[in-house]
């Protein structure tokens, strides 16, 4: 016999005697316990099924001749429990005139008998001889499960997205045998498989990240350059504002109608796209046109430009997303970068430092629209969603454009304000298009980073459209501000990151 | 047959036998001896009982549980008794039941009071021929 074996068939089991008459019982817990047993001793069937509902035993000695409930009717029971079927039986009998009682119990699934007036050394011998048999079955049992396990754990890789905490191979990847190692490098594999992928979405996310970072913020960027030609032939921004928000309005809802039917509003969404609209169709507005008469439209550039790190400490304050110093120093890395070609190309003009205070409050409204994005309901398509928004900010609007009489009539020659204004709606409903599906895609930190490109892109669009001089300074700020973009990394994928492997010969 | 038993109702072998079993423990032995002689009445009751009332299947478990009993504390006549007023159980029962269970309950109380004189210090004792 191995070492193993042998501690096996000796190792200390729990017992549970069955005997209807003390002085059996008790001689036969006695001789059980002298073994290094634990044992428990009931007087009767019905008590003995209930405690072994109650407890786990490893063998059970079983009295036939019982009142009520005899060993029978308990063997019967058991067998017919999946839960108490795999526990030996040992039914203890009167040897000399039971024959025929002891081949029945054997029938019923006894696994042996004891007479009563047993020597403790066949007690001994057929006690371990059982419980060897007891514990080669739990072992394959247990063997049999952790097979299942791993089954099914390649069950849930094949079926499509799995996340590795799924495949709960813990305990079998403990086991000291084969199937453990077995275990260990399917698990090993599924994490490695699982991580490689995780990097590769971030780094997928990063590159469409900052495609999305310079297509809106070049979108959004036009917005100073058709500011300065409306304002060079006098058309009033608040009606610039709320006809260029009704222009948004109808492109955007005119075409998730188009391609979507109706939008299904619940009142819920309806609270959002308010707060939403008053924020930044009203109130920003508002303030861009009182701030613009008192602050340099480059110095409002550049405060605008420290968006990013507002919307970093917000994220880390509402714990949208994990702060680090690296991130820290790619928004400072582009904030510089913008803050210089800002400088350079100042005009020197005093600016009041009361209004440059105010002027804070634009990137800090900015900032709560970029996080308000990344609540937006998720039912509603992005066109949908700026749409509403766009038709409630001309609501808002069109009372204070009204009181400032600077609402017009757009003229039907379509003339070079109507031009404008369509210009201006359809580059806001673009860029904020764009900037919902950005937020999505890399987060509040990271999207935050459009001021850079939004400031850099209006420097190019001023070049563009009033022949403007684009500096070599700015071409290189426009690398660092990249290069910041690497150091942000979007938003890393939540613990809910699923990956899905295509199995060849699937069919 | 003065040295094998005790007052002609109790085998001392068979006592010495249940005291190795209990592993040698007198303590043991005697809170067992406790235990028989507090249940060995109420079963000869109940064996009257049931014999009187003819039911064979109480009067078949109560001499089942006697005889095993019995049989343990070296109450050999008990025993024999017991056993063949349960075998008659099995075959239809016994025709004088009464007769039998008497005979019964008046073994047992010789067996018990015999039992009681035993002492176990000597069943402890290990025996000269050892």
Known sequence: ?507 | MGETMTSGHIHRAALKRLFEVLGNDVEELEELRGDYVEDAPALARRISEAASKGDWTALRIAAHTLKSNAHDFGATRLSELCAFLEKACYHGGPADADALAEGIAQEEEAARKALLDVSFEDIARPSPDA
């Not at chain 1, 613009?292 to 400490?313: D, Q």
């Not at chain 1, 609501?395 to 003339?415: C, D, E, T, Y």
């Not at chain 1, 300074?473 to 613990?495: M, T, Y």
Request: aromatic fraction near 6%; proline fraction near 4%; charge should be neutral.
């Open chain 1, 1 to 507: 016999m191995t070492d193993q074996a042998h501690h096996e068939t000796t190792a200390p089991a729990s017992v549970l005697i069955v005997d209807d008459s003390r002085v059996s019982g008790r001689k036969l817990a006695k001789a059980v316990t002298a073994l290094g047993h634990r044992t428990e001793l009931v007087s009767g069937g019905t008590e003995a099924l209930g405690i072994l509902g109650e407890m786990p035993f490893d063998i059970v000695l079983l009295d036939i001749v019982m009142p009520e409930m005899d060993g029978y009717a308990v063997l019967i029971a058991m067998k017919a429990d999946v839960a108490l079927r795999e526990i030996p039986v040992i039914v203890v009998s009167s040897l000399d005139d039971e024959i025929e009682s002891v081949a029945r119990s054997i029938e019923l699934g006894a696994e042996d008998f004891l007479p009563k007036n047993f020597e403790p050394a066949i007690l001994r011998a057929r006690m371990n001889a059982s419980l060897a048999r007891k514990r080669f079955r739990d072992r394959e049992l247990d063997y049999l499960r952790d097979i299942d396990t791993l089954t099914e754990a390649a069950q849930v890789i094949e079926g499509g997205a799995f996340h590795p905490t799924e495949l709960n191979l813990a305990s079998v990847a403990a086991r000291d045998d084969p199937l453990g190692r077995l275990a260990k490098i399917f698990r090993s594999l599924a994490e490695e498989i699982y991580d490689r992928e995780r990097r590769a979405d971030l780094t997928v996310r990063t590159l469409r990240g900052t495609l999305l970072v310079i297509a809106a913020g070049s979108i959004f960027g036009i917005a100073p350059a058709l500011g300065r030609l409306a304002s060079a032939r006098e058309i009033p921004p608040l009606g610039l504002a709320f006809w260029s928000a009704v222009v948004a309005a109808i492109l955007c809802l005119s075409f998730s109608i188009g391609r979507s039917g109706l939008p299904r509003l619940k009142l819920r969404d309806l609270r959002f796209l308010t707060l939403w609209a008053l924020l930044l169709g009203c109130l920003y507005q508002l303030l861009t046109v009182v701030i613009a008469a008192h602050v340099e439209a480059s110095l409002i550039a550049m405060i605008g430009s420290s968006r990013g790190f507002m919307v970093f400490l917000l994220a880390a304050l509402l714990a949208l997303e994990r702060p680090s110093l690296q991130r820290f120093s790619g928004l400072g890395l582009g904030f510089a970068a913008v803050a210089v070609v800002l400088l350079v190309q100042g005009t020197g003009e005093d600016n009041d430092l009361l209004w440059i205070a105010c002027a804070l409050v634009l990137p800090f409204l900015l900032s709560l629209h970029t996080l308000l994005m990344s609540w937006r309901p998720r039912h509603l398509g992005a066109a949908t969603t700026v749409g509403i928004m766009m038709a409630l900010s001309a609501l808002f609007l069109l009372p204070f454009a009204v009181a400032q009489n600077a609402l017009f009539l757009p003229s039907l020659s379509f003339g070079q304000r109507e031009l404008i204004t369509l210009a201006l709606g359809a580059s806001t409903a673009a860029a904020l298009v764009l900037a919902l599906d950005l937020v999505v895609t890399a987060g509040p930190v990271f999207s935050s980073q459009m001021a850079y490109s939004q400031t850099l892109a209006g420097i190019a669009w001023g070049m563009l459209l009033l022949g403007e001089r684009l500096s070599p300074l700015a071409w290189g700020a426009l690398v660092f501000v990249i290069a910041g973009f690497w150091l942000v990394k979007p938003k890393r994928a939540g613990d809910d990151f699923r990956i899905t492997l295509r199995m060849k010969g699937n069919g």
